[in-house]
């Protein structure tokens, strides 16, 4: 059974203090690792996808990366607006591959 | 409109009532999903639809019952519900669930239902 751990739960910075999300993942092959934005009272936004260990994708101050466990979300100098829960999800391979998703690393940035 | 829109935004309903929450998507792509979201919980997928065929449905109670009429419009008709059903369901749209660019979903903004 495939399974996505986010940790932490809950972070707190202060405007301009980088940090690092981590999303823990099993899945028997992996085709795809997805990263998504998520405001109060909307749905997700989706943000990256990571197919293999090694690649990066970068969007402003967000930086994904994936290893073969493990992806991390990197946010360098956050703002404000950059508070969001942020959801990772992991496509299987086979057939009609659908999204197992973690609970979610709820982010806020404090001015 | 554009992207992915759900109406009703809220629903309120009691236990015996049937209502329908309806999803529609701008975005050319020819699979849709439901989605319900708890808190402290992972979203779960209900459903599945490619192409308006129904190709996945995980285990969920038949009082959910979806219709996908064509590829742009998706509905979720509700009856008999259990207030441990109140959640925010969420629909999305992808290309072909078959291939990689399936995981690039896009979602509505949901509709927050309560169970009296």
């Known amino acids: 059974e495939d399974q996505v751990t986010q940790s932490p739960e809950a972070l707190r910075l202060q405007e301009g203090e980088s940090s690092s999300l981590n999303c823990s993942y099993t899945?028997?092959?992996?085709?795809?690792l997805f990263w998504y934005r998520q405001d109060p009272g909307k749905g997700p936004e989706f943000l990256f996808t990571?197919?293999?260990a090694g690649e990066e994708k970068e969007k402003e101050r967000l930086k994904a990366t994936l290893t073969k466990k493990e992806s991390f979300l990197h946010i360098t100098a956050p703002k404000p607006e950059d508070s969001a829960t942020y959801l990772c999800a992991v496509q299987a391979p086979s057939g009609y591959s659908t999204l197992t998703f973690g609970k979610g690393t709820m982010l806020l940035v404090s001015p | 409109e554009t992207g992915v829109t759900q109406t009703p935004r809220h629903l309120v309903m009691g236990m015996t009532n049937k209502k329908s929450l309806k999803c529609e998507q701008h975005?050319?792509?020819?699979?849709m999903y439901w989605y319900k979201q708890s808190a402290k919980k992972p979203l779960e997928l209900m459903f599945v639809y490619s192409l308006e065929e129904r190709v996945e449905n995980n285990s969920v109670p038949s009082r959910f019952s979806p219709e996908c009429p064509n590829s742009s419009h998706l509905f979720l008709h509700l009856h008999t519900l259990q207030p441990e059903d109140s959640a925010l369901y969420l629909c999305?749209?992808?290309?072909?669930?078959?291939?990689?660019?399936?995981?690039?979903?896009?979602f509505g903004p949901g509709t927050r239902l309560t169970v009296l």
């Open positions: 990571l197919y293999s």
């Open positions: 975005l050319g792509h020819n699979a």
């Open positions: 999305a749209s992808s290309q072909d669930p078959r291939t990689n660019r399936a995981g690039e979903q896009f």
């Open positions: 899945v028997s092959g992996l085709r795809g």
